[in-house]
């Protein structure tokens, strides 16, 4: 399994910006479909946008779509999570997953709804918290 490491978290102004970054150790995300997910005090983890190895194609959760944007940084190997407009209900600690392990095709894409147990490489979160 590809250990993840996200980076870019932090204290933001509802309204504001902020740029999250995911990175595996060890191992490349090129083939597989890496997703986001989030977890606020006393609720589920849930997940928040996800993006394919094949075509980039992106699944969002509704409370999100239009605010955040998923991309690969084939470059550098990173998956970013770039998220404006954010709000308080936005305060999660954020987590990066990778599809996977092994390679099977189906790994390369999203799933249409974006569940934990369907992601099998996990970072150990960043905090990011909205407030003024």
């Known amino acids: 399994q590809s250990q993840l490491v996200e980076s870019g978290g932090g204290l933001v102004q509802p309204g504001g910006s902020l740029r999250l970054s995911c990175a595996a150790s060890g191992s490349s995300l090129d083939y597989y479909a890496v997703g986001w997910f989030r977890q606020a005090p006393g609720k589920e983890r849930e997940g928040v946008a996800c993006?394919?190895?094949?075509?980039?194609?992106?699944v969002y959760s509704d409370s999100v779509k239009g605010r955040f944007t998923i991309s690969r940084d084939n470059a550098n190997d990173t998956v970013i999570l770039q998220m404006n407009s954010l709000k308080p209900e936005d305060t999660a600690i954020y987590y990066c997953?990778?599809?996977?392990?092994?390679?099977?095709?189906?790994?390369?894409?999203?799933?249409?709804?974006?569940?934990?147990?369907?992601?099998?490489?996990w970072g150990q979160g960043t905090q990011v918290t909205v407030s003024s």
């Open positions: 993006i394919s190895s094949m075509y980039g194609s992106t």
């Open positions: 997953a990778a599809r996977g392990p092994g390679y099977y095709e189906d790994y390369r894409w999203c799933p249409t709804y974006l569940i934990m147990a369907d992601f099998g490489s």
